[in-house]
């Protein structure tokens, strides 16, 4: 089972900036699209960013225009990169990597990643 591991969390002050990396542990095929999600403490995972295999990329209203998403297809890694930080981005973070088949869809998720916004 290919593991997602992340990295790049941490302790920022509000109006600062973080970048996440999400790289897995072996080569994935049939990547249809990566992302990232978070979950606060007592809620949902929600999603923060996707980017397609053809370099789609789709926001959750609340970080447009602070974050970015990036990827590369040939190291199957995906970034995160997250300016103007604000107290209410404070969540674990997890990658997410799908591939999509003839069969369907399998999704791979990483461990998470905490990202903590002081004001």
């Known amino acids: 089972q290919v593991q997602l591991v992340e990295s790049g969390g941490g302790l920022v002050q509000a109006g600062g900036s973080l970048r996440l990396s999400c790289v897995p542990s072996?080569?994935?095929?049939?990547?249809?699209?990566m992302g990232w999600y978070r979950q606060a403490p007592g809620k949902q995972r929600d999603l923060v960013a996707t980017?397609?295999?053809?370099?789609?990329?789709n926001y959750a209203d609340s970080v447009k225009g602070r974050f970015t998403i990036s990827g590369d297809n040939a190291k199957n890694t995906v970034y995160l990169q997250m300016n103007s930080l604000k107290p209410e981005d404070t969540a674990v973070y997890y990658c997410?990597?799908?591939?999509?088949?003839?069969?369907?869809?399998?999704?791979?998720w990483g461990q998470g990643t905490q990202v903590t916004v002081s004001s």
């Open positions: 997410n990597i799908r591939r999509t088949t003839t069969i369907g869809n399998y999704d791979s």
């Open positions: 072996a080569r994935i095929f049939g990547i249809s699209a």
């Open positions: 980017i397609t295999s053809g370099g789609t990329t």
